[in-house]
């Protein structure tokens, strides 16, 4: 069965994303679907920054698939990513999402997103808004 589904409260949920850049490289990401755009942490510690610094084209596909019910959608979005400046409150709002609301109870490696200078430690947003955004409803009758 083929049906519509709303786009932003699928991506509103913490699933995890696979992000292409050409080479090709694929990597699994946490982001935050904001103002109609992926945003996804990323810094010198990960060859991600390096790629898209190289070859801003990326695609991402967020999707979900449960064989007990039947659910299988999938949003894939392909752009030209931007690398802006890390800020807090949309790294909290995103990290959140993923790790619940008690910053005391995150694993030192998250908190420090929150309370490190960006400028030091290199910490930058890749911004996508896509220019192509494609949602299929996939989903099939279970027995």
């Not at 960006?118 to 009758?141: C, F, H, K, Q």
Request: net charge neutral; with cysteine; aromatic share 10%.
């Amino acid at each position: 069965m083929t049906a519509a589904f709303d786009i932003d409260s699928f991506l509103a949920r913490p699933l995890a994303a696979r992000v292409a850049t050409n080479g090709p490289t694929v990597r699994p990401a946490w982001y935050l679907w904001e103002d109609g755009a992926f945003w996804i942490l990323s810094g010198p510690w990960a060859r991600l920054l390096d790629h898209v610094r190289s070859d801003p084209a990326l695609a991402v596909v967020v999707d979900e698939c449960d064989v007990v019910t039947g659910v299988v959608r999938q949003v894939i979005a392909r752009g030209v990513a931007e690398v802006l400046p890390f800020d807090v409150p949309r790294g909290r709002r995103k990290l959140t999402r993923y790790l619940g609301p008690d910053e005391s109870a995150w694993d030192a490696r998250f908190r420090h997103y929150l309370h490190d200078d960006p400028t030091t430690n290199g910490t930058v947003w890749l911004r996508l808004e896509p220019a192509r955004l494609i949602a299929s409803d996939l989903s099939y009758r279970t027995a």
